[in-house]
Every structure is written in C-alpha cells, then in structure tokens.
C-alpha cells in the first residue's frame, strides 16, 4: 500500500467510528502525531497513543465555506501486531510496514485486552513516557481496590466515547475527540471526590499526552479512570419504564432533586462563582434565540413570545457557579447505594470556554425538567402530562423546596433556553423527534405573549 492509501485508511477508521462527531461533513486527515511507545522495543503488542488531526472541507455541494472550522483532534490507542488477530477485523485500523516494528496491524487498542491491561498498569505506577517533542503522563489519585489484575471489558452501550470497564471496580473512559487544555469531566470529578461527594464516581486516575502542533507544544487529557458503579441503571430507561407500567416516579424524582442540590453545594465551594445581571442572561438567550430561527424556520413565529420571556429577568441579579451543565436522565444512573450523576462536559455544542463559565443552577434544574417532558411525549397514551406534572413538583421539592416567584421567572427563562437548544439539537440529531421540544418552547411563547398581551 502507498502512504496515501495508508492515511485514507486512518481517515476511513476515524470517520466511520461512531464516537467521530463530524458525521456527515467532508473530512480531510491532515496529520498524525504519534504519542510515545508504552511498551518495550521489542515485545508485542507494541502500544501507542496516536492522535488524528481532521479538518472539514468547504461545503462543494451548497457552494458554502460554513461547513469548514477548526480542525479537529481525535485519539486512538493503538495495538500493533506482527500477524493479524482472527477475530479482531473490526478493530483494525491499518496494515503498515513501521520504520521501528516492521510490517505490523494496527488495532484500536481499546479492544485488544493485553493493551487495556497495560494502559492500566501505567496508570498505577503513574507512568511517563517522553520522545523528543512528544509525551503521554499517566496520574493516579486513589488506586481504590485495584491490583492492575482486573479483566478488561469495552463498554458496549451507546457513548460518544469508548470506555473500557475493569471488573467490578473501575471504568476508563478514552476520550475521543480531544480538547486542548484539561477535561471538564475529570476536573468535576476530582474535585467532588476530594469533597468526598459520593453522587459522582471517585476519580481513580487520568492520563495526558502532549504533541507538537505547528510551532507550539499543545496537551490534552486522553481518559480519566473512575469508580465503576455496581448494578447501575439508567434514568431514562427507568422513567420510560415508569410511564409504560403507569408506575409513580415522583419518588425518584425527589431523590434525583437532592442529589443535584447536594453536587451544586459541592460546585460552588471547588470552582469560581460570581453574578450576573438579568439583563445579560436574558440578551445571550435572545442571541441564541435568533440564531436558532435562523436555522429552524419552525421557531420563527414563537421569537417575540420568548424574548418577552426572557425580558421578564431584567432587574435581577442570577448567582452563577460551575454546573452540569447538560443535566438530563441520560446523565443519571440509578445504583442500590442511590442515584448518581455522570458526564460532567455541558453541551456538546459549546465551546469549552462556554461550557466552563460560571452559569446559573438554573440551567441545571431546567435540563431535567426538560427531560421529564421528553420521558412523557416518547410513551404514547401513558397519561404522561399527570407523570411529567407529579416528577417536576418533587424534583423542585427534593432540590429546593417552594420557588419565589423571581425564582419562578429565572427557572422558566433556562427551560425556554434549553428548549431552544433541543430543537436544534433534533434537527440535526433526530429530526423525528423535533416536535417534542417545539411544543415546549411554544407553551412558554405562548404563555409569556399571553401575559404582556
Ligand atoms: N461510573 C460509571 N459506572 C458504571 N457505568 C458508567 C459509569 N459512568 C458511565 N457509565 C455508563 O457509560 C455510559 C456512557 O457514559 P458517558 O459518561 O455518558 O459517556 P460519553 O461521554 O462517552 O457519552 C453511561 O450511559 C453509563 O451507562
Ligand atoms: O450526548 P449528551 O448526553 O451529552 O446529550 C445530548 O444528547 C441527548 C440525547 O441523547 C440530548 O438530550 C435530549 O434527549 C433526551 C432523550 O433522549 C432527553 O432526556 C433530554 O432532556 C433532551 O435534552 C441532549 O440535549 C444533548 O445535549
């Protein structure tokens, strides 16, 4: 194979997997920074970290540029082979003659047990590997009950990462597309395990690679090790379960409030807060607002409604503090020692610098409200709106308690918000499914038009 048969492989590899987030955009390879040897010369697998950099072409079809941007980083491990592994086609990224190893099968290493084994020995024995302008670092903050002995599973629900579970007791998740700077995931998660905050998985360990990106050394965290939760149960399957079996979940729902009052707690005491005037949320929401009605032509009719809802919090001032960001039941796991909350990154859809800023706990609070309504429409003829009704009382009951109404007007702004985020989020992701949140976002146009009317 030539070199550029080789790379063609790489970008197929990368754009077919499903954590690739530039689904549907042309994608070009642009480079590839291999990471250090993890392993011995000379004994197999031979593994590395390789990071991919993709760039996106401009649109040819539509004649537009708006499909181009920033590129992109993605990480595999990789496992190379002397022979090829019988069962392991799907994993195969590439047949390569390697200056070093010779004619060799590259596997994405998060499926060859022997490389899953090693990336947690190195986290154990907080291993650093160094080459030239490139090095991977692997940090342990507590090594919990682990031997390094623990049999390696990948997890095979559905994730925009790869997460490889270590027996019972630990799970790694290997980011995919890679931030430059540190992972808001594992910098919540370290600092709620510091707080001894048992709603979140004790962070184990994280590891670290940094590359040569043009004239300038750039890093990005590459996994993070957590807790594995025993016997845990996703929220929404719980709550779609619920509602076909015309079963209560207010319960839950209550206890889901507490959990997220006590994580907030937590937030603020670890990361900045600050204030923020009303008048500045309500103009990012209405900024929002009219970039989405340009893109969804549904929202148009419903803008003047919501940016009377958004004015409503002129005159106020909202507290603003590390959130989740991204809070639905997607994000919460039901285990027998309670629920906890996972995935700690916000809205894919933000930048890191937009999803790192201090925001309002509303949005938080609102998100699972959302969700409940999201739950209630996706189970046809199941008296959803009584359901939807009865989890949001005690979630706000389990978190807070009664609103005020200045409360009232902050929480119902952030559900139009993330309503509005919704819609866009369907459209792109699931267009079937777009109607649930449009019919949110105009009751509450519709509502606060009423109301100025
Ligand atoms: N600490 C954990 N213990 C057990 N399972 C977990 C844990 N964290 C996540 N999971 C499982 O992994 C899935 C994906 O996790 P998530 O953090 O949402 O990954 P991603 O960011 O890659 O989408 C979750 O839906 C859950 O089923
Ligand atoms: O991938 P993430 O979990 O970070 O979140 C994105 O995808 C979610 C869907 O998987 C999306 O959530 C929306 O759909 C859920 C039902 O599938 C619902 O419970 C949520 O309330 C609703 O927002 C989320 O918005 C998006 O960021």
């Known amino acids: 194979m030539t070199e550029a048969e080789d790379r063609q492989r790489l970008l197929s590899y990368v754009t077919e997997a499903r954590w690739f987030g530039g689904k549907g955009r042309s994608a070009e390879l642009t480079g590839v920074s291999a990471l250090p040897w993890l392993t011995e010369a000379g004994s197999w697998p031979a593994v590395r970290v390789e990071i991919v950099e993709i760039n996106y072409l401009a649109d040819t079809a539509t004649g537009s540029a708006a499909e181009s941007g920033p590129s992109e980083f993605y990480q595999i491990p990789v496992s190379y082979r002397p022979a090829p592994h019988p069962d392991w086609h799907f994993a195969e990224i590439w047949r390569i003659d390697d200056p070093e190893l010779g004619p060799v099968v590259g596997y994405d290493a998060v499926y060859d047990p022997q490389a899953c ?12 590997s160094h080459d030239g302008e490139t090095s991977t670092s692997f940090h342990l903050t507590d090594r919990g009950a682990l031997t390094g002995t623990e049999e390696p599973e990948v997890f095979a629900g559905q994730q925009s990462n790869t997460s490889i579970m270590f027996g019972q007791l630990a799970m790694l998740k290997v980011f995919r597309r890679l931030e430059l700077g540190h992972n808001l995931d594992i910098e919540v998660h370290e600092a709620l395990s510091r707080d001894g905050i048992a709603d979140v998985a004790k962070l184990f360990g994280w590891f670290e690679g940094s590359w040569r990106q043009g004239d300038t050394e750039v890093t990005a965290d590459l996994g993070m090790l ?4 025993k016997q845990a149960e996703d929220g929404w399957g719980l709550a779609l379960d619920s509602l076909s079996e015309r079963k209560e979940f207010a319960t839950e729902a209550a206890a889901l409030g507490r959990a997220l009052a006590e994580i907030h707690g937590a937030l603020r005491t670890s990361f900045p807060t600050g204030q923020l005037t009303g008048a500045a949320v ?33 005159g106020q001032q909202l507290s603003v503090q590390r959130v989740h960001g991204d809070f639905h039941l997607g994000q919460t796991l039901r285990t027998p020692d ?17 999803r790192s800023a201090p925001d309002s706990v509303w949005r938080d609070v609102a998100g699972m409200l959302r969700s409940f309504d999201y739950a209630a429409a996706s189970v046809p003829g199941a008296a959803g709106a009584e359901w939807a009704a009865a989890c949001r009382s005690a979630f706000l009951e389990g978190y807070t308690g009664r609103l005020s109404p200045e409360e009232l007007i902050m929480l119902q702004a952030y559900e139009a918000d993330k309503a509005v985020y919704e819609v866009i989020y369907e459209v792109r992701n699931r267009p079937d499914w777009v109607n649930i949140p449009l019919a949110a976002v105009a009751a509450i146009a519709n509502s606060s038009a009423a109301a100025g009317s």
């Open 338 to 354: 309670g629920w906890k909350i996972i995935d700690f990154e916000g809205e894919p859809a933000k930048t890191l610098a937009e």
């Open 117 to 128: 084994q090693l990336l947690l020995a190195q986290l154990l024995r907080q291993a650093r």
């Open 226 to 229: 957590v807790e594995r939760f």
């Open 282 to 314: 309500a103009a990012t929401m209405a900024e929002r607002v009219h970039r989405a009605a340009a893109i969804a032509a549904p929202l148009r009719d419903l803008v003047p409604g919501l940016l009377r809802c958004f004015d409503a919090l002129a």
